[in-house]
């Protein structure tokens, strides 16, 4: 599979203050190559800087030093070929299910045809929502909000999909459909697809790679076969632990 995505020598510094006095290194010369078509998990302690890693290749960051390309490309500003599924719940209250699947086709292409509705109608049947295009995101559960923000980010068929931490507070029979949804986009769609889990049986259902995280430094990458067999203690005490990473 040819390299896709390319972190090089890339770091992120966050200044808390207007003096710059104090800082936070989010991401500390991260270098990483991501290829195309493939389902990565990025885990990693809470403050480790996996959601960093994905605002950067989103351009919804742009790295203070270094350089994040998409084939060959520089990332410098926000791109409208990454679909996300947000770490924090953003359905829009107001909207209803449609009109939220709707809101990037709105957004990027000025106008909505009946050929872009027809698409979200068949999206929300994918996504197991169909009769619920008029309910309001506080009128869903929260496993039907995460597939609702799913159709929302695939709206646009974007080559790239990010989902951080999207079975967090799903119970696990929900989480594991949920994966199988994202895992099936991923082979009915030849997407390539990053999600940030602390689940390892999520992980371990549907990851073809891992880059594990930790204190802004990618302490491994690789297939989930070698993570799993590469001796490094922080990574053997993940796994071992079998269900979460809190
Ligand atoms: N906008 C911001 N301003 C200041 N600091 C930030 C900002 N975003 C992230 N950080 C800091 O950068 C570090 C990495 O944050 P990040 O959100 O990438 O972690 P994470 O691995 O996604 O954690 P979690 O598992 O809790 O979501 C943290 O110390 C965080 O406080
Ligand atoms: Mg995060």
């Known amino acids: 599979m040819e390299e896709y995505i390319r972190f090089q020598n890339v770091s992120k510094v966050f200044h ?9 290194c989010a991401l500390d010369s991260i270098d990483l190559s991501i290829r195309k078509g493939e389902l990565l998990s990025i885990v990693g302690a809470s403050g480790s800087g996996k959601t960093t890693m994905l605002k950067l290749i989103s351009g919804i960051l742009i790295p203070t030093s270094g350089t994040v390309s998409i084939k060959g490309e520089a990332v410098h500003n926000l791109r409208q070929d990454t679909g996300n599924v947000f770490q924090k719940a953003t359905l829009l ?3 209803s299910v449609l009109r939220n699947v709707l809101l990037p ?3 990027v292409k000025g106008e909505v045809r009946d050929k872009d509705t027809h698409r979200a109608y068949e ?12 309910m309001y995101p506080a009128e869903l559960s929260g496993g039907m909000r995460k597939r609702a923000a799913l159709a929302r980010a695939i709206a646009l068929d974007p080559p790239l999909l990010f989902c951080d931490e999207p079975s967090a507070g799903l119970d696990p029979t929900i989480a594991e459909s949920l994966d199988r949804l994202i895992l099936s986009l991923r082979n009915e769609l030849g997407i390539t697809v990053l999600i940030v889990s602390h689940s390892v049986p ?6 073809d790679s891992v880059v594990f995280m930790d204190a802004g430094q990618v302490i491994h990458s690789g297939s ?3 993570t799993l067999s590469a001796g490094i203690q922080k990574i053997d005490d993940f796994f071992s632990k079998g269900t979460s990473y809190r």
């Open 105 to 107: 086709v709105e957004v």
């Open 16 to 24: 808390l203050t207007r003096e710059k006095k104090e800082a936070i």
């Open 93 to 95: 209250p107001w909207r």
């Open 123 to 134: 999206l929300l049947e994918t996504m197991g929502l169909k009769g619920a295009q008029n």
């Open 202 to 207: 999520s992980i371990l259902r549907t990851a």
């Open 224 to 226: 989930l076969p070698e």
